[in-house]
């Protein structure tokens, strides 16, 4: 008995809610609806790095071909490291291995996501308002803004660093100012001159003090998708940052300011910056938002109490937020829906609380690691002496930093782990079916 009869909803369809979605479909659980509150799918931003260890599951379900449609081709390397101010090369980190990593716009990303998923299970215009426990139906009733109402009897929090699912576990807790605005826009090649467009041809950190900008050869020229994804991240104290919302838009002037003086490539980006954002809605502005994350929490899961069968739990940014210096919180996303999904649907027996425990046994020490590790990628890049390399700061160094996270197949460990508990298991060699 596995749980694949239990009614899931997913609140949230931002990558991570569309990358359980995915797991779900493909590991054969079928009774699932997704809930976002916007009215439309969509994703902004400056493209997105997905690297191999989430690449072998999206190819796992049959993304590959259109993923590849739409991001780079097998960049030179994974990581070019070069001085702010002179642009001098400090070195390199080569790529992991097949799958390399893909840098793909946001959208387009979630467009891939979204394309085999039915549009039957996807609800949009739903902004959760309220869970409650209905004692008598043994289900749980969930509110939208809109007035209306779902029943389920597992809810899939996906909804973000500030998730309401999260809040409803009852965890009280705000998220932590990094110390870093992030400034986020795109470059068009033909914008660039020749050699600062060969430069950008692949992902390149210009790393200067407290500060760095990190650029994404995202797309390709067959697909008409090739641009430079840039993401400044800029010391910045909190106080001055007058919006309400954490995602606003600042002019690119802003960002001109910190990087004065800096390497000419860096001025032909910011100039590319203006030119692409005078032709764009929003004349002269950029994305501007305060990066922030959350410190892990100890559990991710409730039951209710009484009910094995029944309980909330969270994934994606609403439970293991990361800073974004290693690239790695989709691609936790898609490593934590496939193995969550792989566990709702082959657990042996009705215990959705040890299904849950053995998932985030499973997860939570790799996503922990992640985010302290992140952490301190981050002040790596934005250094307080950011001239030469040291004994933490060399392409070897960086390279050993990262391949934990690279060189992971998150299946072979569930199905290792999950042997002993799975149904028609005991090998660790239970096939799941593909349903896409
Ligand atoms: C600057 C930057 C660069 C990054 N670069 C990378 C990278 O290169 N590689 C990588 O892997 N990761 C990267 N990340 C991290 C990545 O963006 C996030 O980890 C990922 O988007 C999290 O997805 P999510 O679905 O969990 O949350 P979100 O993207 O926040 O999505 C949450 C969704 O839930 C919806 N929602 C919220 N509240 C409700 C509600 N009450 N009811 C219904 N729906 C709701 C929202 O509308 C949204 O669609 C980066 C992040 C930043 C900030």
């Not at 790095?49 to 993304?63: E, F, S, V």
């Not at 470059?187 to 003090?209: C, F, I, M, N």
């Not at 969550?340 to 849950?356: I, M, P, Q, R």
């Amino acid at each position: 008995m596995d749980f694949g009869n239990k009614r899931i909803a997913v609140i949230g369809g931002g990558l991570g809610g569309m990358a359980f979605v995915n797991a779900a479909l493909y590991a054969g659980l079928e009774n699932i609806q997704l809930y976002e509150q916007a009215p439309e799918f969509t994703e902004v931003g400056a493209g997105v790095n997905i690297t191999k260890n989430a690449n072998i599951i999206l190819d796992a379900y049959g993304l590959k071909d259109a993923m590849r449609w739409k991001s780079s081709h097998d960049p030179p390397c994974y990581m070019e490291y070069r001085n702010f101010k002179t642009g001098e090369v400090f070195g390199q980190i080569d790529e992991f291995g097949q799958p390399s990593s893909r840098q793909i716009h946001r959208a387009h990303l979630l467009e891939v996501m979204k394309e085999r998923v039915p549009e039957s299970i996807l609800n949009t215009g739903k902004r959760l308002t309220s869970i409650e426990w209905d004692k008598t139906n043994k289900e749980y009733a969930i509110s939208f803004q809109d007035a209306t109402a779902a029943t389920a009897d597992i809810i899939i929090g996906c909804d973000g660093i500030k998730s309401a699912v999260r809040a409803h576990l009852g965890f009280a807790d705000h998220p932590n100012y990094s110390g870093q605005m992030v400034y986020r826009g795109y470059v068009e090649y033909s914008d660039l001159s020749p050699t600062a467009a060969q430069e950008l041809r692949k992902t390149v950190v210009y790393r200067g003090k407290q500060r760095h900008i990190l650029t994404l050869p995202i797309g390709n020229g067959e697909s008409k998708t090739a641009r430079v994804g840039v993401i400044g991240f800029m010391t910045e104290p909190l106080e001055e940052w007058v919006s309400e919302s954490w995602m606003a838009k600042a002019p690119v002037d802003k960002l001109a300011e910190h990087v004065e003086g800096w390497a000419p490539t860096c001025q032909e980006i910011i100039e590319g910056l203006r030119k692409n954002a005078e032709r764009g809605p929003d004349k002269g502005l950029i994305l501007k938002q305060a990066l922030y994350v959350r410190d892990p929490i100890p559990k991710w899961y409730q039951i209710e109490e009484g009910e094995t069968g029944s309980g909330i739990i969270l994934l994606g940014d609403s439970a293991h937020s990361t800073l974004p210096h290693q690239g790695q919180g989709t691609c936790m996303a898609i490593e934590s829906g496939v193995a969550l999904a792989t566990v709702l649907k082959n657990w042996k027996g009705e215990d959705l609380e040890s299904a849950f425990a053995f998932y985030q046994g499973l997860r939570k020490p790799r996503t922990d690691k992640v985010t302290k590790t992140s952490y301190e990628a981050g002040k790596l890049a934005s250094a307080d002496v950011p001239e030469g390399t040291s004994q933490v700061f060399n392409p070897d160094a960086l390279r050993e930093r990262m391949k934990w996270i690279m060189n992971y197949d998150v299946l072979k460990d569930v199905y290792e782990q999950g042997a002993p508990y799975f149904e028609d298991s005991g090998n660790g060699e239970v096939q799941i079916q593909a349903q896409l």
